[in-house]
């Protein structure tokens, strides 16, 4: 680790992430995962002779929904664009893509990542369409068009990334909020997402950018770590011995853990980008960008900050709310009747979910209603039932939906808080076990514990347990 | 015939074409007379003249996100010079 030290990474991601439509970006082909080759194909999307793509509403819908979950501006006018090069992925040789026009512009992420907020800033947000997938056998490539046209978002990061850890963290913050925003699955298993990185490295504290790798080829977060872990200790080891970088595209091999130069590739203005006259400008009126804005939902980390501070929960509990959001919402409608939110919380992630998952149940299946929750948490605070018994009322409830004080008046549950009767619940206990009685007086602390649980037992658990433990002293010291 | 706005040799290659020397020579000299026509549209004065941003004034020209019937699997593939599993067979791709 020493060697990197006196280095530091400067990293840029490229996300690619297929949009969640029901059909392609162009045509009326399913946007479908797993169909047989080449059967969700079209002349559009095969890049037949005198087909016109029609734009997918959704697509530029859930475009501009990313680029303002990513606090992006909305450009006033978007445009596509036709990228030219030779690939037997591509069937039209272009692929359509947004150049200098995209739909979003300018924004940011923030996301936790060792223990502080970081910022990384979007450089834009913009929509193409997916290509083929090619298969290589010995002699030849096999390639099927099923994924060619999906509509693909690529949001681009500035270079405020500094290390492969953080790139990790910023993936994972990123993929986070696009499924929360229903812009993508984000399914890696079925290559919904794809990654490029930038990578380059410098003397620390220096200011001046160092030859810009770009690594291309990584289907998962953790190859991502990989790689830039790697590729980052490669340069370094480069710089350190006297040598010197060269701007350049690499690949990331998953099965070897290495990075492998590529063939040098066309400059970016040898891709010829020019309008495609077969589309039209977008430019989305006021009304229809609010429309969208309608339906941006509360970020992942928005959601955590507020549980922590509005109900004041630990990290761990508002996290559960975050990863599982009805079960947050359910939790919001208990907290409202509650003064001891955190006591409630308790209730919905260790009882209420167990029981869930123990029983099957979904959250429309919970008999009782989510004040009941405040009810029971009252009864506890109160001192009215001990927190052993109201583990018995909450089982009894979700079995039957009714109320914690109609469960503890039926089952004579209320706490016996009664001085005289907890003295001779103590009298009786102190009778019966002499062994540890004279441990306790012989020091033994640990047996007041077995005596209290003596009288817990006498009591059927309806004992005030810090009444017991405070008679129980009194009689055994005095 | 050399020029200093048109590299046919790398035109050749990102077109993928493979072109004679007198080809070469032939269709370098007509880009040429095409860059020179451009040449004399930008001595015009469009200043007062709104830009055309398409030659079409359409916008936001989109349909409905619904799935439509696809093309049989057998005639999307009918002009595929090599098939099997249903995948169009190309020259093994190398990078």
Redesign the interface.
Known sequence: MSSTTEYEAVIGLETHVQLRTRSKMWCGCANEFGAPPNTNVCPVCLGLPGVLPVANEEALRLTVLAGLLLNCEIPARARFDRKNYFYPDMPKNYQITQYDQPSAVRGWVDFEFEGAIQRVRITRAHLEEDVGKSMHFAQTSGVDFNRAGVPLLEIVSEPDITSADMAYAYLNALKDILVFGGISDCDMEKGMVRCDVNVSVRPRGTSQLGAKIEIKNMNSFSGVRRALEYEIQRQVSVLKSGGQLVQSTRRWDDQTGVTEEMRTKEYAHDYRYFPDPDLMAFVPSEQWVNDVRKCVVELPLARKQRFMRDYKLPAGDAQVFVDDVPLGDYFELVARHTPNPKGAANWVINNMRALMVQTGKALKDIRFKPEAIGELVALVDQGKISSKSAQEVFAEMFLTGESPSAIVDRKGLVQVSDTAAVEAFCDQAIAANPGPVADFKAGKAAALNFLKGQVMKLSRGRANPALVGEILEKKLKG | MTNERIDIQHLTH?A?LSLTEDEKQVIGAQLDDILKYMDKLKELDVSNIEPT????P??????????????P?QD??SNAP?Q??????????I?
């Open positions: 990102l993928r941003a398409h030659a079409v359409l916008i936001n020209v989109t349909r409905p996100d619904q799935v439509e019937r696809s093309l699997h999307a593939l090599l099997a599993d249903g995948l169009f067979i190309v020259p093994r791709i990078e």
